[in-house]
């Protein structure tokens, strides 16, 4: 596997909007909905801001990823298709040994190819 660059960084906001006008070319995630109510408080000194952060990755072959991740006392998590900076393709979250969230993101699917399971 080889590491081609972050693909995107995801952060927790209280005011999307302000957020939207203030921020350019980040992914950024209302508090109210799934993911950021996943992060428990709301940013401030005992809430986190950040949710979590992705390196694109190629090639993402999924049994040799796991196998790389075990070896190395990483869990591997469940693989799904997700939107990064170059389209939607596979990913893979896992956990650093801080407990920060990583997200392995491979290529883009080609248009040829079958559409996305999940976002």
């Not at 709301?42 to 196998?67: K, M, Q, S, T, Y």
Request: net charge negative; charged share 25%.
């Amino acid at each position: 596997m080889k590491i081609l660059g972050l693909d995107h960084v995801v952060l927790r906001v209280a005011d999307l909007d302000r957020a939207l006008a203030w921020s350019a070319l980040v992914d950024l995630v209302d508090l109210a909905g799934p993911l950021g109510q996943a992060g428990g408080a709301a940013p401030a000194a005992e809430g986190r801001n950040v949710d979590h952060f992705c390196l694109r990755i190629e090639p993402f072959e999924e049994e040799l990823l796991r196998a790389h991740l075990s070896a190395h006392g990483v869990e591997p998590g469940d693989v799904g298709d997700r939107y990064g900076a170059d389209g939607t393709g596979p990913s893979m979250y896992i956990r650093d040994p801080d407990g920060n969230t990583v997200e392995l993101k491979g290529p883009p699917y080609s248009p040829a190819q079958t559409k996305p399971r999940s976002r």
